[in-house]
């Protein structure tokens, strides 16, 4: 049986890899080091990270405000994908999120990514609506939310 993933806060350590992962996973379209820096010093930023026996697998920024929240980026290693380490990282995410009572939170994916799309529908995040040029190279994304019953609930949804 492989070893679970664990879900911690980001250390300043973890900044180079986090980096490797972003700029595997995004290429040209990847945060910069000093991005990842300043979320990292952000008082209202949740910056969490997965590993499994040590090594990094994975990250999720979020940003928190008075009642609603942000997810600003997440991104897994490639060896780790469709293993575990994306649910257990958000799982983690919406519990901490819910617990500092968010009443809602929001993100924003490419309209092209299907997989992402997925991944967040099951999850419970539900397209509202189209966001045209969201994107650097002009791609359109979907504004995504997802609204927990109440603050504090941390997986639960309102209809």
């Not at 679970?4 to 992962?21: C, E, H, N, Y």
């Not at 994975?58 to 997440?74: D, M």
């Not at 290693?77 to 649910?87: F, H, M």
Request: hydrophobic share 40%; glycine share 8%.
């Amino acid at each position: 049986m492989a070893a679970p993933f664990r879900v911690r806060r980001l250390k300043k350590s973890d900044l180079d890899g986090i980096v490797a992962i972003e700029n595997a996973s995004f290429g040209r379209d990847a945060y910069d080091r000093n991005l990842f820096a300043a979320y990292f010093h952000s008082p209202r930023t949740l910056f969490l990270v997965v590993e499994r026996r040590s090594r990094l697998c994975g990250y999720a920024i979020a940003c928190v405000g008075a009642n609603r929240a942000e997810l600003v980026s997440i991104a897994i290693d490639r060896p780790a994908r469709r293993k575990g380490a994306a649910s257990a990282l958000m799982d983690s995410l919406l519990r901490r999120v819910g617990r500092r009572g968010a009443s809602r939170i929001s993100l924003t994916v490419k309209v092209t990514n299907r997989a992402a799309r997925t991944f967040y529908a099951k999850y419970g995040f539900l397209r509202v609506r189209r966001v045209r040029k969201y994107y650097e190279d002009g791609a359109d994304g979907w504004r995504m939310v997802k609204r927990f019953s109440k603050p504090g609930a941390a997986g639960a949804t309102s209809k």
